[in-house]
């Protein structure tokens, strides 16, 4: 998909979008049961949308590729999935609100126990408090020093997890985990991911880094060291509002998902504390913006629980709030998923994520229900998740023509 | 879609192809009709190509752009639509006839009338009669000097509407219209779209076009001026029979589409009265040629008027016309349209665009009915036009084995 055309196509007016992104809802047949998680579960609302709107069925990376959320994301943001992808560090840092600059490397950290001899004892330090994680991330912002070329930034996010920033020129995030995922041994040297310069030296200060802390938390009693993983480098995002000329709000609850949207230049509304108020935002917010990215987490979560009724059960649930959407009247309301969890792999999976798409403008086909063998007869097709966004501008009339 | 290994693969035989394109005849749901243009239709001979023979959803340029006539027709030639685009001065200049080479700069001309003061009282002259335009352009041709290095050619068209062409080394098309759309304005400077030497350059040379042709007309009473939109460069196009070894035919009555085919190297049928003399023109020209376009403009034109009844009219009486073709057995019918033009929205869209693809050698598919909904079910599945030349080729075994 070359997005330079539909980019200087594109142009603002005053339809608004709406994307339902379920996470990890399409699913797989269970044995013993009728079908998959959306076959069983009772949508009426949803199946009311599949009658009205075209529908298909969506790869979100390639066909075959499992996705992880992130780039899932990005592609359901029109942004090129394999071109686009960041590590974890960067995501969930600019999830947790933490401004970052193009010079930045992002990398998450647990504090750990460690004993005199250096070995892990506990990867969690004990899940300490997030209060005491705060705490030690204030003494260790304020005694770290690596010098006047690298700025150290840490945030506490909760219990045990914390996010480490270093900002400086010339760094690299192509580093490895330097947590070994098991105790009894002690934590990796920062070890370069490729053969850089940049890697190299970044490597060394991560080195003098975890060296400062260990003499800095000798005196803790549990949390006296930290292990780091998910090294990344951020870098610059063209904005969905230079790109598509959308004014893009989004509802998530979760770092990752915040993390995406706002690197796409959304602006992100607070944490509510349930997906009905997650609906409820919809209303408040409805006339400053035009695009509203709202994310649904628990049918992921119930899917890698491999707990079929209950990922059914949530299905169940976002259909009773479809209305709290259409009351509104969306000029585009696209409801799908940024992958497949199905509850029988309890995991991510590669199969093809269905995908409603309502709007008057949206040519009928006779596909009935919400579900993946329905929808793969839709007029959609089966597309690449990162063409959605030009279908939804295109619903929106927000593409000019191509052409003479 | 890369075609170079395709034309590696070409290869000439004495299969011959058809491919008629409806203009425009994707559509959408009709409030209170049963569907669309293509569902309410009775169109008896389409749906019997349709049963024998395999379908699809074409999408002309890429999933949710909507395509003005001249790429969607690139990209049914097999020519990438985006890397082909070309302004509409060419398009038109080679569509009524003119012999481009690529060093011209062609732009549309319409006479029209100013006050004396400058400003724009007619944008048509008043719609002066054809003779008028030729009496005039033949003064222009005759009086208008832009030095040694530019040559200036003028081509009526039809009432004020004529060609200029401009030909010299150097020249530019990134020109804007001059014309302001409006009256009681002067009409504008020319003014480069770009900053290049070129197109500055380009841009004197018009003004002292626009300034020897007030001179010129200052005598008529109506036609006093001109007013230039669509400039655009030429380029060189490698042949349809160059890249895939078809001797082409185009069966055509706008100035547009036989533009893009004089382009891509097609044989220009005479204009015919009406779309029946176009069907019966195939029999005469059958045996001299591989590929036959034929191209009906009207689905288009009630599609842009709105008129929904008026569309299916048109829809039928090409129905009635399929025997005309199938009588003389081409070996691949190829039936669809280059955009989808529902009447519902009066303008061209970015729906994908129904195709049957009929041949002895075509894979059936259960698809039943030449329509939207029903053509999404068919084993050629949703590709992009560009894609259909291959097809097309292949079903007339005119490709080569890929390999060993």
């Known amino acids: 998909m070359d997005y330079r055309v539909v980019e200087e196509l594109a142009f603002q007016n005053d339809k608004k979008i709406v994307l339902l992104v379920m996470d990890g809802v399409g699913g797989l047949q269970m044995p013993g049961r009728e079908g998959t998680e959306l076959h069983v579960a009772r949508i009426p609302n949803l199946n009311l949308l599949a009658r009205q709107g075209s529908c298909g069925l969506m790869d979100p990376i390639m066909p075959g590729v499992t996705p992880g959320s992130g780039p899932a994301h990005f592609a359901l943001f029109g942004y090129d999935p394999v071109e686009n992808n960041i590590g974890r560090g960067v995501l969930e840092a600019a999830g947790i609100g933490m401004e970052l600059t193009p010079d930045d490397v992002a990398v998450r950290i647990n504090f750990a ?38 700025q150290f930034i840490i945030k506490p996010v909760k219990e045990h997890r914390a996010m480490i ?27 370069p991911a490729v053969d850089t310069e940049e890697a190299r030296r970044t490597a060394k200060i991560v080195d003098e880094l975890v060296r400062q802390v ?16 998910g090294f990344a480098k951020n870098r610059h995002y063209r904005s969905m509002e230079e790109r598509f000329k959308l004014r893009a709000y989004a509802i998530a609850n979760y770092p990752m998902y915040r993390g995406v949207a706002k690197l796409v230049g959304m602006k992100l509304h607070p944490i509510t504390p349930d997906v009905k108020t997650e609906f409820e935002a919809l209303r408040e917010v409805w006339n400053d913006h035009d695009f509203f990215f709202l994310h649904v987490k628990y049918t ?31 000029d585009v309301l696209v409801v799908t998923g940024d992958h497949s969890t199905p509850a029988v792999l309890k995991s991510h999976s590669w199969h093809p994520v269905p995908v409603i798409l309502a709007a008057p403008t949206a040519r009928m086909d006779d ?4 579900d993946e063998v329905s929808c793969a007869k839709g007029t959609l097709g089966r597309f690449p998740t990162v063409e959605l966004m030009s279908l939804m501008l295109a619903h929106a009339l927000r593409l000019k023509k191509f052409g003479a």
């Open 113 to 150: 126990t460690i004993d005199e001899k250096g070995n892990i004892v506990d990867r969690r330090a004990g899940r300490i408090p997030t209060e005491e994680c705060e705490r030690l991330c204030k003494k260790l912002q304020e005694k770290v020093d690596l010098g006047p070329d690298v």
């Open 165 to 191: 920033v270093l900002r400086g020129k010339g760094l690299s995030g192509d580093l490895l985990d330097t947590d070994p995922q098991q105790t009894g041994v002690p934590a990796l040297p920062a070890t």
């Open 214 to 229: 260990k003499e800095i938390l000798a005196d803790e009693p549990k949390a006296n060291f930290i292990l780091l993983r």
């Open 300 to 330: 992921d979560s119930r899917g890698e629980d491999g707990d079929f009724d209950a990922k059914v059960k949530i299905i169940e649930e976002v259909d009773s709030y479809i209305p709290m959407i259409t009351e509104l009247n969306p």
């Open 367 to 370: 596909v009935e229900r919400f």
